[in-house]
């Protein structure tokens, strides 16, 4: 009983580990003395994305404008991930969906530094929207984040249960 009871935690657990295997590389652009992008790192790690570099830079619109980021769209960070950009605290789910869905765009972006979004936990979490940024600069919406959550330090946890 005990072996079967392994088997099935195993195929049921085994696709939710390994959905994350083979996530690409990120690499960050920080300000050398900004705080809530290490908090931003560590919620990516946590999500999966565990290939990331962090690179300190003194003059991030400069930064941002040779990656091809508007500066409409600016907040603390700005990020590679393959082919798309990503500017200020974006959560990794949506970066994962941006990835599955493959739209033609330059990325996303989470402009300013919203509370409640990822590396900016702690005061009264906001709502805040995660936009698609296309090739022409503009930005349509990407995800609404109504309820933001309030910690993304945490690893998900899976729980089984067996049965009496």
Not at 2 to 20: E, G, I, Q, Y
Not at 50 to 60: G, N, P
Not at 72 to 95: K, R
């Amino acid at each position: 009983m005990k072996r079967v009871f392994w088997l099935l935690a195993l195929l049921f657990v085994a696709p939710v580990l390994l959905a994350d295997a083979g996530l690409p590389a990120v690499t960050m652009y920080k300000n050398p003395a900004c705080g809530c992008c290490g908090a931003w790192t560590e919620h990516m790690r946590n999500a999966g994305f565990d290939r990331l570099q962090s690179h300190a830079v003194t003059d991030m619109s400069a930064t941002r404008r040779a990656l091809g980021m508007p500066e409409a769209h600016a907040s603390c960070h700005t990020a590679q991930i393959g082919q798309y950009l990503l500017e200020g605290h974006v959560p990794a789910d949506d970066i994962k969906r941006l990835l599955r869905e493959h739209p033609d765009a330059i990325g996303l972006a989470v402009p300013g530094m919203p509370m409640g979004s990822p590396g900016m936990e702690g005061g009264k979490a906001e709502a805040y929207d995660t936009l698609l940024i296309l090739k022409d600069g503009s930005a349509r919406l990407f995800q609404r984040h109504d309820k933001p959550m309030t910690s993304h330090t945490e690893k998900p946890r899976i729980f089984l249960i067996p049965d009496p």
